[in-house]
């Protein structure tokens, strides 16, 4: 009878596989056994899966934090960066508890068995291979195998539990020269510290349309920036125009009266010099009026016009005829308004 430890024969091309990694624990034994641990994932569950559908990778770990070195979190962010861009698998990660001088996983053997018994349950695959010798996770591959599933464990010896190796239906020993061929070349090294170099875009930066809200809002921030300096500029520029005009001013010197008398009259000069050369408009005649231009009746060389002689009104030509009038009714009454009128007088003829 063939031990557990040697692949099955009868392996059906149709069955279903999900792999499941306990990342911490492989990182650990790689190092030690192989001295290295820049894994290419994608070939390392295909070669797994021994030709069958691998449907999903699960990659299980903690972030690491360290206040004394920082290279800690870089080294592990390019390589969780290079999970993220491999096909197919998916990144779950745990918190840590410190306990002295020790750091505690908290939450990952869970998240482990439970994506493991729960699409079991599913129907999600029809084989599991569980990368991890860990004794804690036989209840949940006795589980899977309840529900009708294939487990398979692979593992180093060394780290190989007897639980596990004893629920599992085959186990997949690991060596050195197993990963031969699975590991990264520098010039995948380089790409991946590359795609960690990039700039990450935020959920909360990034629209639904591809807009980048981030360098958006960065390009306005620069624009009003530069409109705050260019008006300050043109502050600060009108500040300087307005105080060298001040300091250009000269102060006003009082004049002596001798002085103030002279700049008059030579005022008085050029205005009527100015008059002289400008061109009048000629007087309107005013009827009845006083002329306002000198006792000589000349300006600009005309002399003004003499307003006609006043109407004697009708009041004062009535007193005047009043005081000459004869009795009405006498001869030379009569004349006189039939002479007005341009009649012979009949008693004269």
């Not at 990182?27 to 001295?35: E, I, M």
């Not at 000629?282 to 000198?294: A, H, I, K, Y």
Request: net charge positive; glycine share 6%.
């Amino acid at each position: 009878m063939p031990s557990k430890s040697s692949r099955a024969l009868n392996v059906r091309d149709s069955d279903r596989v999900m792999v499941f990694i306990d990342g911490s624990n492989l990182y650990h034994v790689l190092s030690q056994s192989c001295g290295r641990h820049d894994l290419q994932f994608d070939k390392f569950a295909l070669k797994l899966a021994n030709g069958r559908q691998l449907q999903r990778i699960y990659y299980y770990n903690i972030r690491q934090e360290s206040d004394t070195n920082r290279n800690v979190g870089l080294e592990q962010q390019k390589f969780l960066d290079s999970l993220y861009d491999t096909p197919y698998v998916e990144v779950r990660l745990g918190i840590w508890k410190q306990r002295g001088d020790i750091m505690v996983e908290k939450g990952v053997d869970v998240m482990l068995a439970t994506d493991l018994v729960t699409n079991a349950y599913k129907d999600h695959y029809d084989t599991a291979i569980v990368v991890s010798g860990d004794a804690d996770f036989y209840p949940a591959l006795q589980a899977v195998k309840d529900v009708g599933k294939h487990i398979e464990v692979a593992a180093f010896d060394m780290n190989l539990s007897a639980e596990s190796s004893r629920v599992a239906d085959v186990v997949q020993k690991f060596n050195k020269t197993w990963f031969t061929g699975l590991w990264m070349t520098r010039a995948q090294a380089r790409s991946r510290s590359a795609a960690a170099s990039r700039p990450e875009v935020s959920d909360e930066a990034a629209s639904p349309n591809g807009e980048d809200k981030a360098a958006t809002k960065a390009a306005s921030g620069r624009r009003s920036s530069s409109r705050k300096s260019t008006s300050t500029s043109a502050t600060g520029s009108r500040t300087r125009r307005a105080a060298a005009s001040t300091r250009s001013r000269k102060p006003v010197s009082r004049k002596s009266p001798v002085e103030s008398s002279a700049t008059q009259t030579d005022e008085t000069e050029s205005e009527k010099i100015t008059d002289t050369k400008m061109r009048r408009t000629p007087t309107r005649r005013r009827v009845g009026g006083t002329s306002s231009d000198p006792a000589n009746g000349t300006s600009n060389g005309r002399s003004t016009p003499k307003p006609p002689a006043l109407r004697k009104s009708a009041a004062s030509e009535s007193k005047s005829e009043t005081d000459d009038a004869e009795p009405v009714g006498s001869p030379t009454r009569r004349r006189n308004w039939r002479g007005r009128l341009g009649l012979s007088n009949s008693e004269d003829s």
